[in-house]
């Protein structure tokens, strides 16, 4: 059984930052990506950025240049460093972990960005 527990979600306000936090227990293969989604309330979940086990990442435009994703294999915890927060970034943010074809996803965390 495969458990992902996220933190460091909260309000911000524009400009500000804050840091997410993802840490993966159970079964886990060495070889995965790690990643993190969102939902905005009446929008479909997206993603946000991907990380490989071997470092590689992948971010989506909106965010490029704003946020950092990076990761401890050894701990297999995800982070995301969110800088130059929006309030168009207000969502829920799920932390997810792919493992060959089968994809977990944490409880999510609220992010919520002030004007």
Do not use: H
């Amino acid at each position: 059984q495969v458990q992902l527990v996220e933190s460091g979600g909260g309000l911000v306000q524009a400009g500000g930052s804050l840091k997410l936090s993802c840490a993966a227990s159970g079964m886990i293969f060495s070889i995965n990506v790690m990643g993190w989604y969102r939902q905005a309330p009446g929008k479909q979940r997206e993603l946000v950025a991907a990380i490989t086990s071997g470092g590689r990442t992948n971010y989506a435009d909106s965010v490029k240049g704003r946020f950092t994703i990076s990761r401890d294999n050894a701990k297999n915890t995800v982070y995301m460093q969110m800088n130059s927060l929006k309030p168009v970034y207000t969502a829920v943010y799920y932390c997810s972990l792919q493992i060959i074809a089968a994809d977990y996803w944490g409880q999510g965390t609220q992010v919520t960005v002030s004007s």
